[in-house]
């Protein structure tokens, strides 16, 4: 029998998470995260002081993911990191990182997609969805309603027209004076609020597209009404004094209003995609799945419609190395293997040169 067992490094440094993860066989051996929280103040990730902080943890990282892994670096066969998209400078660490390893140990590299990434993350577990499998991949900085025909085979189906529905949580929690990333925090106080006690409207974008910068601007104008009106209307504005005491008296109940809103924004089009298309294996995929309240709203309507649902376990919604680990596996077994010459891109299609 002729059976060789496959390892392989991935690194993720797309953003503000510094992972590395050690699979074999498709199986995930280790999963590394470190996090930045040198962000926190600035109310949004600042891009020169994430590759700094990649620079620090990227050598500390991998070194933990090996030795969770009970992996020598000399025994793995294949090197794979994130190429695109996100910010160039973090991108740059990481993919740099990956082509030295792979040129000083003679190994072939892979280069993943980052959102190509989040949606494989379900492909992780024992029980994995079946082909072809629709996926709702929510993010930072996407949107996505995905076909995924094959781990090598995906086309995006529908997309946000501006905001992510992450960027929706992290905006409104900026407006609430709330640290970032802010989508956790909402998910917190919306566990103990009313979802029903403030309305928000839902955008009428056709097709399978999704937008959430009105949600963002209505939100705006619900706080400098202090409650009274989600548009502009001079005879609402607040004080500042009298919008903060508002906010601090209503807390809960606006965070689960709001969640409220974009989960309804999210399902209806995801409800609409499987119509469409008839495909009901649902995944849900990205950082926003980590979302308390997304997962039982998408666990329930699935059970009410008959989809069969997968979402990744927690540690594989937000950033990871391990979804790069996966994408990798199916890549390599595809013969997809980047050059050393490759350069990662900030833009979602790599092909497009960054500025
Ligand atoms: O996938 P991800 O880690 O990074 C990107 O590729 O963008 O997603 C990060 C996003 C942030 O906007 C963060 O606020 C959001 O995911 N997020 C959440 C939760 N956990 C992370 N949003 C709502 N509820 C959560 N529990
Ligand atoms: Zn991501």
Redesign the pocket.
């Known amino acids: 029998m002729n059976f060789q067992r496959l390892t392989i490094l991935a690194i993720e440094s797309?953003?503000d998470?510094t992972s590395a993860s050690v699979c074999r066989d498709g199986k995930i051996l280790s999963n590394i995260i470190a996090g930045q929280a040198v962000h926190e103040q600035y109310g949004g990730v600042v891009p020169e002081l994430a590759s700094r902080a990649h620079l620090q943890h990227i050598v500390p990282v991998v070194d933990v993911a090996l030795r969770t892994a009970n992996c020598q670096l000399q025994t793995v066969d294949c090197i794979a990191f994130t190429q695109a998209p996100g910010l160039i400078g973090s991108l740059l660490v990481g993919a740099q990182f990956a082509k030295s390893l792979a040129l000083s140990l003679n190994k072939p590299l892979v280069a993943v997609h980052?959102m190509q990434a989040?949606v494989l993350a379900n492909l992780i577990p024992e029980e994995k969805p079946s082909f072809p499998f629709l996926c709702l991949t929510v993010?930072?900085?996407?949107t996505q309603i995905v076909v995924c025909e094959s781990p090598v085979k995906l086309s995006v189906i529908g997309e946000t027209i501006d905001d992510?529905a992450?960027?929706a949580?992290?905006k409104t929690a900026k407006l609430l004076g709330l640290p970032y990333?802010?989508?956790?925090l909402?998910?917190k106080y919306a566990a103990t609020g009313n979802p029903k006690r403030f309305s928000f409207p839902e955008p009428r974008i056709p097709g399978l597209d999704f937008s959430f910068s009105g949600l963002k601007t209505s939100i705006l104008y619900f706080l400098k009404n202090a409650g009274e009106s989600n548009v502009f209307k001079e005879e609402f504005a607040a004080d500042a004094a009298t919008q903060k005491q508002f906010i601090t008296d209503n807390l809960p109940d606006i965070c689960a209003s709001v969640q409220n809103r974009i989960i309804s924004i999210l399902l209806n089009k995801l409800k609409k995609a499987v119509r469409e298309t008839g495909i009901t294996q649902v995944c849900l995929a990205?950082?926003?799945s980590?979302?308390?309240g997304?997962r039982k709203a998408f666990m329930d309507l699935g059970a009410v419609e008959h989809w069969k649902t997968f979402i990744p376990a927690f540690e594989y919604?937000?950033?990871n190395a391990a979804m790069i680990a996966i994408t990798a596996y199916y890549k390599y077994l595809a013969g997809d293997f980047a050059e050393l010459s490759v350069s990662p891109s900030a833009r979602a299609n790599p092909e497009t040169p960054t500025p």
């Open positions: 797309s953003c998470e980052h989040h993010s930072g900085g996407h992510a992450g960027e949580f992290d990333p802010g989508g956790p909402i998910d990205g950082g926003v980590a979302n308390s997304l919604c937000t950033d």
